[in-house]
C-alpha cells in the first residue's frame, strides 16, 4: 500500500506541475498573439515578437504551440481577437501595482481582477494614477563567471546598457531602453554572451518599504491571487524587496 501511495502522490505532483505548465503556455501563447497582431508574424521585423518566442522557447513550449500563436495572432486561425490588458491598482500598505495581462473579453477580465483586489485589500485605480510612479525599461539577465566581472560590465554599456544590477556573483542584469532592448541583446550575442532572458518590464521611480508582517503577508496572498487568474501574465509593485 505504501507504494500505491508513494505513486497516487507522484501523479499527483505531476497533475500540478503539468497543470501549471499548462497555463503558462496559455499566457504565453496569448502574448505571442498580441504581438503579431500589433506588427505583423515576422520576428526579424518585429522585436516584441522575436522576445516572446524566445521566451516561450526557454520555457519549453512546443514549437506547434508558438507557430499556432503567430498564426491567430496575424489572423490566419479563427477564433477570439486577444488584446493587452495594463490595470493600475493599489495594494494593501499604499502600495501601487501594475497588472499585465491578456484577454477576450476586457470587461469579464476588469471584473474578475477587481474582485480579486477587493478580496485582498486593494481596488482599482484611475488610469494614469499609478502609471506615473514607473519606467518603462528593456531587461536583459546575463551569467558570467566572477573572473569577468569587470569586462563584462564594460561589454554591456559599450553594447547600450541604462543601467547594470548584479543579482549575484554570476547573474547581472542589464537595463535598456525599449526600443534599445532586441539592438542591445543583438550586439550582446554578436560578443559571444549568452542572455538568459529579456524582457520589457515596469520599473518604480521610488519604492516603499513594508514593515509589518501582516502587511507583508496579504501583499504575498494577492500577488499569488492575481498570479493565478488566466489572464495576468505579470504583476509589478513598488515595494522594496
Not at 499609478?130 to 525599461?137: D, G, S
Not at 532592448?181 to 549568452?194: P, R, S, V
Amino acid at each position: 500500500m505504501s507504494g500505491h501511495s508513494k505513486w497516487s502522490q507522484i501523479k499527483h505532483k505531476k497533475a500540478i506541475t503539468d497543470a501549471k505548465k499548462g497555463k503558462v503556455f496559455s499566457k504565453m501563447a496569448r502574448l505571442i498573439s498580441v504581438a503579431a497582431r500589433a506588427k505583423g508574424k515576422d520576428p526579424e521585423a518585429n522585436p516584441t515578437l522575436r522576445t516572446m518566442i524566445d521566451k516561450a522557447r526557454s520555457l519549453n513550449m512546443p514549437l506547434d504551440n508558438i507557430e499556432r500563436a503567430i498564426a491567430k495572432g496575424a489572423g490566419e486561425l479563427e477564433g477570439a481577437q486577444i488584446e493587452e490588458l495594463i490595470i493600475e491598482a493599489y495594494g494593501p500598505a499604499a502600495s501601487a501595482l501594475i497588472i499585465e495581462g491578456t484577454t477576450d473579453n476586457r470587461n469579464r477580465s476588469l471584473s474578475e481582477i477587481k474582485f480579486l483586489l477587493s478580496q485582498h485589500d486593494g481596488k482599482l485605480a484611475n488610469p494614469g494614477s499609478v502609471l506615473w510612479l514607473f519606467e518603462r525599461y528593456g531587461l536583459i539577465t546575463v551569467k558570467s563567471s566572477p573572473a569577468k566581472k569587470d569586462e563584462l560590465e564594460l561589454t554591456a554599456i559599450d553594447s547600450g546598457a541604462q543601467e547594470i544590477r548584479w543579482l549575484s556573483e554570476e547573474t547581472m542584469e542589464i537595463y535598456t531602453q525599449p526600443a534599445e532592448l532586441e539592438k542591445t541583446k543583438k550586439l550582446l550575442e554578436e560578443k559571444n554572451i549568452k542572455t538568459e532572458e529579456t524582457a520589457l518590464i515596469w520599473l518604480p521611480k521610488n519604492e516603499i518599504k513594508i514593515d509589518g508582517t501582516r502587511d507583508n503577508e496579504r501583499l504575498e496572498r494577492l500577488f499569488e491571487a492575481l498570479n493565478e487568474h488566466d489572464d495576468v501574465n505579470e504583476v509589478y509593485s513598488n515595494i522594496q524587496d
